[in-house]
């Protein structure tokens, strides 16, 4: 299976000679899988999102998506990454509150050059429902997505979400993989 | 330490960037208002200071030898109002100089000089000042004045021909002088034994006196000494006389209007620290409110909160003052010393470099104190969870009417973004409003105020105080950009992380930062172009009002000649002086009724057509260099940090 996500050997400190937040972590995200990444607060969850989002770089290892490497890249080519690759919904929404809820969702387009009513019509081909989409309704459209072959990484700490949404479960513990589990069975590394 | 101390410098060393804008500010407001106000007091410009520094006499009087016998002449040393007096041999003859290409469109100069016999340059009552060659060194030789109606030139043709004597002699031109007043009876010097030989062969015989009275400081003063001189003379003894009033109290006018001119640029710099420091004091407390709560969380009263941010603001805030204290002096000593004429060192008074410092660190105390106890008075819990709460609805019609601009996203939510931050756009408004407002004000006014200074007669003037105080202005007003936009950006360092996150590149960042302060360009230029154009002739008819309408009309005390030819050379050339009000160079020789052209003067706009243009871009320029800084923190600041993914 080639992989599409693929860490190796990454480790994440955030001082000198501290505690890494992930620690020789080796991770292999199909293209359309969707996977679920759980474990305690602290353990490495977001840091991982993160690198692979191109948020923030490893300390040591490679971080690689469809083939290239993200860890390497300067920060405006890893901006153009996430505005073209990368979808992202945060924990604490982190919406600008300045711009309507449309507005926020065309950013990463208009970011690109794509004038507004043309990223407004794009946005509204997928679905009519999205301005009033809440809740089961945006489980719902990542599940289509996810359908679709959209590939999904997505942090819960409910195993009852996890299994609701992603086939494959990865458990971290103190920055290292603990268990990585495929509708219950362990994924071969 | 102290705890309130100890939190102060912490709070000083985690807001390096505020700290140093408040020592910077200071440092130049302070210098600012030191340099004006001791110009302004400069003790110099005292008239009866000026005139005992002078070395001149107050009186120079030439006398027909003729109709005055030596013991006349003697008595009038001796008159109740007479402190000293010298005499020297003159004599008035008639000189033709050739023409010289170039020099009075090449035709010969011609007219009456009075020669006075004098061994050397210097002498009891007054001091003549060398400007080019020599003084005479033998019989035959002239060091003419430069202030001479009938003046050669050293150089090519250095011959003049005495034509109103017998055989027509010929004087060798050596050298060019001046007196220290313009002292129009002694338009050339020579040898004693030259005036002897001139009286040999014709020339009148004359006697230059010189005199210095007891009381000579108006020009009542003035006429009734020249009239004592006359009682005690036979009529028409007197065939020609000079005051020193009229071109002290012209030098001393020119020396006011200048150094007052200084004040506007003093009270700018005030006004602009002002501004900034209440912007930067209000942003910091704002920004610290977290950090407020934790200190009252562990036990910090509110008066010794208000204390800790009062110490944060004024810790840098003396550093700052000292600094402008110093550099302020070193800037103004110089300016105030440059006269020649003033032959004392001139010190700037003790309360002046106490006075200026202390009230700089009074008004940053009372520009940080409202914030400082608002700081004080906030309740550790919603100091703790205040932070930056979402102010929904704020702006976005602003947004969402510059998203439909045909300009790309980073340029339309950067023109958009000061209107969802109305009160810190409004101190970015008001430090660009105002530092562009000084800026035109100072522009226009150091050229107006050469302008007036040299149609009053003083010959040179030193511009390099205007500019640098300009430049002074100028940097200010770009610091207080600089300040309220890097406030802005670190309030708003979440929405910068996310614009980011969402694909924002790092030029696309610095971008939009650098366009949160176009708006406000735009604005504070319209605002501050006509007003500081507007203005500027209204500060400069005051400068002339304060300094030239009080001063005395001097027309009774303007120089006359022995011969009436000469005479009325002398009163068309002053007219003439009078009405074209400009001479770059050529020296008034008095001032009657100068109020009313100066005053006219002030009130014509000095500004060109391209300098208006400059001016308007001007306000574009501080602004987008004070975004500078902000927008590349901005571009370079961590996303993941201020995220707080988890």
Not at chain 1, 148 to 161: C, D, I, K, N, R
Not at chain 2, 579 to 584: A, E, K
């Amino acid at each position: 299976m080639d992989a599409l996500i693929e860490l190796s050997e990454v480790t994440k400190r955030y001082a000198a000679g501290g505690v890494p937040a992930l620690d020789r972590v080796s991770l292999a995200v199909a293209a359309g899988e969707a996977v679920a990444v759980m474990g305690p607060s602290g353990s490495g969850k977001s840091t991982l999102l993160n690198l692979v989002a191109g948020l923030d770089r490893p300390s040591v290892g490679t971080v690689t998506v469809a083939g290239q490497r993200v860890d390497t890249r300067s920060e405006t080519r890893l901006a153009r990454y996430r505005r073209r690759q990368v979808g992202m919904i945060f924990q604490f929404f982190n919406l600008l509150d300045d711009l309507s809820v449309a507005d926020n969702v065309l950013l990463p387009a208009q970011l690109a050059g794509t004038p507004r009513r043309r990223a407004r019509a794009r946005c509204a081909e997928p679905t009519g429902a999205v301005d009033t989409a809440a809740g089961a309704e945006i489980g719902q459209l990542l599940l289509d997505l996810n359908a679709a072959g959209q590939t999904l990484v997505l942090v819960t700490h409910s195993p009852e979400l996890a299994g609701r949404y992603a086939k494959r479960t990865v458990r971290l513990l103190d920055g290292r993989i603990a268990s990585d589990t495929f509708s219950g069975r362990d994924v071969e590394s | 330490m102290n705890a309130v101390l100890k939190a102060a410098v912490a709070g000083m060393a985690r807001r390096l960037t505020q700290t140093v804008v408040i020592f910077v500010v200071l440092a130049a407001s302070v210098t600012a208002a030191l340099v004006g106000l001791a110009l302004v007091a400069d003790p110099a410009l005292a008239l009866q200071a000026v005139s005992a520094r002078y070395h001149t006499a107050d009186l120079a009087v030439t006398i027909d030898a003729t109709k005055a016998t030596s013991a006349q002449l003697a008595r009038t040393r001796h008159l109740p109002g007479v402190t000293k007096s010298v005499g020297y041999p003159a004599t008035t003859i008639d000189i033709t100089i050739p023409g010289e290409p170039g020099y009075e469109g090449g035709a010969p100069v011609s007219g009456p000089v009075t020669v006075v016999g004098r061994a050397s340059r210097s002498g009891p009552l007054d001091g003549i000042t060398q400007a080019t060659g020599h003084w005479p060194a033998r019989l035959g030789e002239i060091d003419q004045s430069e202030f001479s109606n009938a003046r050669g030139s050293v150089g090519d043709v250095t011959i003049a021909t005495v034509t109103s004597v017998t055989g027509k002699p010929k004087l060798t031109i050596v050298g060019f002088a001046f007196p220290t007043t313009q002292d129009q009876t002694q338009d050339t010097w020579a040898l004693p034994g030259e005036i002897t030989a001139l009286e040999k062969a014709g020339a009148p015989r004359q006697e230059e006196m010189l005199y210095t009275f007891s009381h000579a400081s108006t020009v009542a003063q003035v006429v009734a000494d020249l009239g004592e001189l006359r009682t005690a003379l036979p009529a028409g003894a007197i065939v020609g006389y000079s005051s020193a009033l009229p071109s002290a109290s012209q030098d001393i006018m020119g020396h006011g209007i200048r150094e007052s001119s200084i004040v506007p640029y003093a009270i700018m710099a005030l006004l602009l620290a002002g501004v900034i420091i209440a912007s930067v004091a209000a942003a910091a407390v704002t920004a610290g409110y977290r950090r407020i709560g934790v200190l009252k969380s562990i036990g910090f009263t509110p008066a010794q909160i208000a204390a800790t941010y009062l110490m944060q603001f004024g810790i840098p805030a003396l550093a700052g003052s000292l600094a402008g204290t110093a550099l302020g002096s070193h800037w103004a000593l110089p300016y105030i010393q440059e006269n020649p004429a003033y032959k004392v060192h001139v010190a700037i008074p003790v309360w002046i470099t106490i006075t200026v410092p202390a009230a700089m660190l009074l008004l940053t105390g009372l520009a940080a104190l409202v914030p400082a106890v608002r700081a004080g008075r906030l309740p550790a819990i919603r100091a703790i969870t205040a932070g930056q709460a979402p102010r929904a609805g704020q702006g976005r019609i602003a947004q969402w009417l510059a998203g439909g601009l045909p300009l790309p996203r980073p340029v339309t939510e950067g023109l958009a973004a000061p209107f969802t931050r109305p009160s810190r756009s409004a101190a970015t408004l008001a430090t660009l409003t105002v530092g562009l407002t000084a800026a035109v004000l100072a522009v226009g006014l150091g050229t107006q105020v050469t302008n007036i200074v040299l149609s009053i007669g003083v010959a040179y003037i030193d511009r390099s105080l205007f500019e640098r105080l300009t430049w002074l202005v100028v940097v200010l007003a770009g610091i207080g950009v600089f300040s309220t936009l890097l406030t802005q950006a670190r309030e708003r360092v979440r929405d910068l992380g996310i614009h980011k996150a969402l694909g924002m590149t790092p030029q696309q960042a610095i971008t939009m930062v650098l366009c949160w302060s176009i708006a406000p360009a735009i604005i504070a230029t319209a605002i501050a172009l006509p007003a500081g154009t507007a203005l500027e002739p209204v500060v400069a008819r005051a400068i002339v009002s304060a300094q030239a309408a009080p001063a005395e009309n001097m027309s009774p005390l303007i120089p006359g000649r022995g011969r009436g030819a000469a005479a009325r050379n002398a009163r068309q050339l002053h007219q003439q002086q009078v009405r074209n009000g400009h001479q770059p160079g050529r020296p008034a020789p008095a001032m009657q009724g100068f109020f009313g052209p100066l005053f006219n003067t002030a009130g014509r706009s000095p500004y060109t057509p391209g300098e208006l243009v400059l001016l308007a871009l001007a306000g574009l320029a501080i602004a987008i260099a004070g975004a500078l800084g902000p927008a590349v923190w901005a571009a370079g600041s961590r996303t993941t940090t201020v995220l707080r993914a988890e």
